[in-house]
């Protein structure tokens, strides 16, 4: 039924931009939980109004991060949406070279198909980097996420400690004195840092003091993370 309602909803966009005539495409690429490779596929046109929308048309699995797989899909979902390449007018990745190389990467590829096509950084991606360089530019900041980052890794890592976290918080307080709301830092993802720091500042004492007990137990990684935090 979700399927049903997927295709209704892709067919009704698809066809607001052959109406409209030229789109740009902006591609992404990701792991799923379990390792596969996927990539994610959105639209961007503008209608008779000037109005610019950006949709969401579907995230497809494929079989190596190459440009010659990311570009093989994009052009393979073009086709089966009955999009011309030659409506084709922008396009929109991320820096990396697979997909922003100006010889062998996705941008390439698909501009050898069609000269017409502009090439533009990802925004959001560059405001991260941006973010990202103004950060290790102070020591104190750059020590206290890259700690905040170690203590998810080690609460995903480790059973014994969740539970000495669950443990050690008070029966039936805030939602935020569960494990899973210690939350890991995205690299590439700025706008999910803040909860994840909001939620290490939130927890803070009982993040020391189950550290602490860890440590007293004689884990020596647990011992080195709580005289970092």
């Excluded at 690429?29 to 390792?35: A, E, L, P």
């Excluded at 100006?102 to 925004?123: D, E, I, K, S, W």
């Excluded at 647990?222 to 005289?227: D, E």
Aim: net charge neutral.
């Amino acid at each position: 039924m979700m399927e049903m309602f997927s295709h209704c909803i892709v067919r009704e966009v698809v066809s607001d931009i052959q109406k409209h005539g030229c789109f740009a495409i902006i591609v992404d690429v990701t792991q799923d939980v379990s390792g596969r490779e996927q990539e994610s596929i959105c639209l961007r046109h503008v209608n008779s109004d000037l109005y610019v929308h950006e949709e969401f048309v579907g995230i497809y699995e494929i079989p190596a991060t190459t440009s010659e797989s990311i570009a093989g899909r994009v052009f393979d979902v073009l086709t089966r949406f009955a999009l011309p390449l030659s409506n084709l007018r922008a396009q929109t990745y991320d820096g990396a070279a697979n997909m922003s190389g100006h010889y062998t990467g996705c941008h390439a590829r698909v501009r050898q198909c069609q000269p017409l096509t502009l090439n533009f950084h990802c925004t959001s991606y560059s405001s991260n980097l941006v973010m990202q360089n103004a950060v290790i530019s102070s020591q104190l900041v750059r020590n206290a996420l890259q700690w905040t980052n170690e203590l998810s890794v080690l609460m995903n890592r480790s059973g014994k400690y969740r539970g000495m976290f669950r443990a050690i918080c008070v029966p039936n307080e805030s939602e935020s004195l569960h494990p899973s709301a210690i939350k890991p830092l995205f690299p590439t993802r700025w706008l999910c840092r803040l909860p994840a720091i909001q939620s290490a500042l939130d927890n803070y004492s009982t993040i020391l003091l189950s550290l602490k007990e860890m440590a007293d137990v004689g884990v020596t990684e647990f011992a080195t993370k709580y005289t970092g935090f």
